[in-house]
């Protein structure tokens, strides 16, 4: 008994230690975006909102966040009709070498975002098309579209298929049964995929950085920030950004998880 | 709206495997008639070609005279009720029901209307609003079989709709099944691999095996006087005995078996000829006691090794004194006393016997399947 | 073929669905890397790429030895990174499917990878906040005593090490506590029934039974963890560069974008075996 006691407390001071050790980076960050005074670092001087008051008058941060945003569901929207498009394919019909597909359509998850954004930059550079948000876009839907692809043709099921055969038995033409039948019976694992497809390239650095020029997204104009060291300013940016992606994370759990849950 | 189907000479094959060999059949319209063999046999093949999911490799299907080559799903005056019922979980039954006629773009009001009328004849018009998931198994299939009448086809296919439910709930919908056949007129096609569903609402059976039809007919013929031993073995228990045939008069086919030599009536098409092999089926409830009317024969006696109460009778393994190795089966009055042991007179009425050529194949002699 | 009609029609149906994914891949993905293999095999003349079709820029990698330093600082990272990850993410996946009460797992699940939602930058710039000569640890030893003069934890190896186990301990205990739930309860009872103390159910069936998950959860982070720029340039600053830092060096200042292409298909080369070896456990463990 007293060893079964021992392991318990054991179990629970390294639950608190790594809770520790995963929140300490955030706590600080959040704790001193409040920082009154110059340097984000002890001592804590006292609490102001002077530094959010900087961050949302800051029209270079702004635009930066508008531009993510416009990335983010863009290249999540094209990547879920593509991915959606290429799985309701592959499951439902027989096509020679589905195999060697599904391989190539998931092949960019396999490599570095680094390589990948090599690889277009120099193609880019070649053709001569010049960079902007377009092209980080493009970026962003090499690297969401594996996952929206995977997560959305597992979710395709034989039983499914049965479901649209009646529909189509019925007199329902494809596009109907794709609009009408597949995607809403499916909608919990689209806007799952379409969700962690928005935090993905909201939060992607190296493409973002190497395929765009004058027109940036929030974590290159943050990096930028960073080279003038550290300061409360960037603070507040990363809780602003911590709290929206937190945000978008309940949604995702309230809209699909609630609706999966009730089925 | 109903019509008659002609199948002809239809062949179905998946690479080296024939799912469906030279089957041909004609189903006029208005009937019930029920596709029934062991998984395997081809009968959800033919359901797929007549509903247009699969091609025939060979022949021909016409429905209403019209040749269905070609012709998508969609397009054929068929519905097909799905096993798993396939209902679309994201709908109302309403919606549901009335998908059918949204797709042939059938105005709100009038498509609503007539979705719950038929609602309205399977039992659920109190829950048009409700989805699915919150129905019962018996219902869920309610709603499948509506919404397949809905757009009301010349021909409804039936995959095997009743397999999911419990035994009870199955002889409930059975019934209702048969009622609303003859309510609505269409023509059934139903595949089942219970032949106690299949007798009690087929107008005609069609017995399948191994891709071909074996037997064609009413639950009576195929019961009374099957054209197979595997027709015979599939429709309830039956026994098996082994014989020769001796002699044929037009009174009587005269067969020696193991247990003696018996006449018995011939039946109309029976084209055996002296001296071939053929086979005695025997169904258990024919074996009845040696006194009472009408013709009578015997296949010797038999001691009773064990016996078990079934309610409407007893269920008895006999082994008779002639052949100690044949187990026969016999079904007993509800009033008999079964004593392990005692003998008894195998006493029949010759007109129940049934021969049918050939041994059966694999089976050991005398055994009942 | 005129009763095959149908499914024919179903399969042309079938290839407008997919080919846009395919195309997409084909156009933004098998292309460029098509061309950056080819423009490893160029070789730069002043601003000007010229295709020289030879691997001086592979045999430069070698001879060079801040080049191939580059590689081996990678490797060592990434590999000390995927053990301590795994080291401590067990344990914790361990805790929340065994300790924690049912009905408060997602919730402890939730919490364990919330600050995964921080921005990719702002996670390592806020690891400086504490590592940094005044930052929260330094701060707090100097105040309690412990030491007199800040200590040197920014622009290390170590701050690096440190910035990636965050971050992978997170994804690894998802994955890991995902393995451990699908474990049918079974197992364990009836390895506790033939005998067996905690210990032992734990290393004969346990281990074992979650072993594959493990495998692919740190296969995740030794491909994300190579390939990674951001955490060692904040972090571990200029002293020594990472492979990903050596080759984003070359697209800057130096803009030689072949031996920047060269550098990274050698990256890749090396994630492809990972991937290999990793592949192969896999299936002898299955069989």
Not at chain 1, 108 to 112: F, G, I, K, N, R
Not at chain 2, 160 to 166: I, K, M, R, S, T
Not at chain 2, 285 to 292: L, M, N, P, Q, V
């Given at each position: 008994m007293i060893s079964s006691r021992i392991s318990k407390l054991l179990s629970w001071s390294y639950l608190i230690a790594l809770y520790g050790f995963i929140f300490l980076p955030v706590a600080v960050l959040v704790l001193f975006s409040f920082q009154d005074g110059r340097l984000p670092v002890p001592p804590f001087n006292g609490a102001t909102l002077k530094w959010y008051g900087e961050v949302f008058a800051d029209s270079r941060l702004m635009s930066a966040l508008g531009n993510s945003l416009m990335v983010a569901i863009g290249s999540a929207s094209v990547a879920c009709v593509l991915g959606f498009c290429a799985a309701y394919g592959l499951a439902r019909f027989v096509l020679p070498a589905s195999r060697l597909q599904r391989g190539l359509l998931i092949a960019?998850?396999?490599?570095?975002y680094l390589i990948i954004a090599l690889g277009l930059l120099t193609t880019f550079n070649w053709i001569g098309v010049s960079l902007s948000l377009w092209t980080v876009g493009i970026g962003h839907v090499v690297i969401n579209l594996p996952l929206c692809f995977a997560i959305i043709y597992a979710s395709m099921g034989d039983h499914q298929k049965n479901i649209e055969r009646a529909a189509r038995d019925l007199g329902a033409a494809e596009w109907q049964v794709m609009t009408q039948i597949s995607a809403p019976m499916l909608m919990p694992s689209i806007l799952a995929a379409f969700f962690l497809s928005v935090t993905f390239s909201w939060d992607e650095f190296i493409i973002a950085f190497l395929l765009s020029r004058f027109d940036v997204t929030l974590p290159v104009e943050i990096w930028s920030m960073l080279r003038s060291g550290l300061n409360p300013k960037t603070n507040a940016v990363g809780s602003v950004v911590f709290l929206v992606s937190v945000a978008l994370l309940l949604l995702l759990e309230l809209i699909v998880f609630r609706r999966t849950a009730k089925k | 709206m109903t019509a008659p189907v002609s199948i002809r000479n239809a062949t179905k094959t998946f690479g080296a495997f024939t799912a469906l060999d030279d089957v041909s059949l004609e189903i006029s319209a208005g009937e019930f008639i029920v596709l029934l063999g062991p998984s395997g046999c081809g009968k959800t093949t033919l359901l797929s070609l007549l509903g247009g999911f699969l091609s025939p490799t060979s022949g021909s299907i016409e429905i209403a005279g019209r040749n269905m080559a070609d012709v998508a799903p969609a397009k054929r005056p068929t519905t097909t009720m799905f096993q798993d019922y396939a209902l679309f979980p994201h709908m109302t039954l309403r919606d549901n029901v009335a998908f059918g006629l949204k797709m042939r773009k059938v105005a709100k009001a009038k498509r609503h209307a007539k979705a719950e009328e038929l609602l309205d004849m399977v039992g659920l018009k109190t829950s048009a609003h409700k989805k699915p998931h919150e129905l019962s198994g018996g219902q869920r299939q309610r709603v499948a079989l509506a919404r397949a009448l809905a757009v009301e086809p010349d021909v409804l296919l039936l995959d095997?709709?009743?397999?999911?439910?419990?035994l009870k709930l199955r002889r409930q919908m059975q019934d209702e099944l048969k009622a609303i056949q003859k309510r609505v007129g269409t023509t059934f096609v139903h595949v089942t691999h219970d032949q106690e569903e299949a007798m009690a609402i087929a107008d005609r059976i069609v017995v399948m095996n191994a891709g071909k039809i074996e037997d064609v007919g009413s639950p009576e013929n195929i019961y009374?006087?099957?054209?197979s031993l595997f027709s015979a073995s599939f429709m309830g228990e039956v026994n098996f005995i082994p014989g020769t045939l001796e002699a044929k008069s037009d009174t009587a086919l005269t067969i020696k078996t193991a247990l003696g030599t018996v006449d018995i009536p011939p039946s109309d098409d029976a084209p055996f000829k002296q001296g071939t092999s053929v086979t005695l089926a025997i169904r258990p409830?024919?074996?009845?006691?040696?006194?009472?009317a009408g013709p009578r024969i015997t296949l010797g006696k038999a001691k009773v090794e064990d016996g078990s109460f079934f309610g409407t009778h007893h269920r008895a393994h006999l082994s008779p004194l002639d052949y100690p190795n044949m187990t026969i089966t016999a079904h007993m009055p509800q009033s008999a006393v079964i004593e392990p042991g005692a003998w008894v007179e195998l006493t029949l009425d010759p007109t129940t016997v049934v021969v049918l050529p050939d041994h059966p194949a694999n089976t050991p002699v005398g055994s009942t399947v | 073929m005129a009763h095959a009609s149908l499914e024919t029609r179903e399969n042309r149906r079938a290839w407008g669905f997919v080919t846009p994914a395919l195309l997409w891949t084909i156009a933004f993905f098998v292309i460029p890397f098509i061309v950056m293999a080819a423009i490893s095999l160029a070789t730069r003349k002043g601003r000007e790429i010229v295709m020289a079709w030879n691997f001086d820029n592979y045999i430069e990698f070698f001879e060079k030895a801040h080049l191939l330093k580059g590689l081996f600082v990678s490797l060592e990272i990434t590999f000390t990174v995927t053990l301590i990850s795994v080291i401590l993410a067990y344990p914790l996946a361990w805790i929340i499917a065994e300790r924690v009460p049912q009905k408060w797992q997602r919730m402890a699940l939730i919490m364990a990878i919330l600050p995964f939602w921080t921005s990719y930058v702002v996670r390592s710039y806020s690891w400086l906040l504490v590592l940094a000569q005044n930052g929260v640890i330094n701060n707090s030893l100097v105040y309690l005593g412990v030491i007199s003069e800040p200590l040197e934890l920014a622009s290390t190896r170590s701050a690096t090490v440190i910035g990636f186990v965050h971050f992978f301990v997170m994804l690894l205990t998802l994955t890991i506590y995902a393995n451990l739930v699908q474990m049918p309860p079974n197992y364990r009872r009836a390895a506790a029934d033939l005998g067996a103390n905690g210990f032992q159910v734990f290393w004969h069936v346990v281990l074992p039974l979650t072993l594959p998950g493990i495998m692919v959860g740190a296969f995740l982070t030794f491909v994300l963890c190579i390939g990674d720029y951001i955490t060692p340039q904040i972090l571990g600053g200029n002293n020594e560069l990472a492979l990903p830092q050596v080759i984003m060096l070359q697209l800057g200042r130096r803009a030689d974008f072949p031996m920047a292409a060269t550098l990274s298909i050698i990256l890749m080369g090396v994630v492809t075996l990972a991937y290999i070896a990793c592949a192969r456990w896999l299936r002898m463990e299955r069989t």
């Open positions: 960019p998850m396999t490599v570095s | 095997e709709p009743l397999g999911a439910l419990d009374m006087q099957p054209k409830e024919h074996f009845r006691a040696s006194t009472g | -």
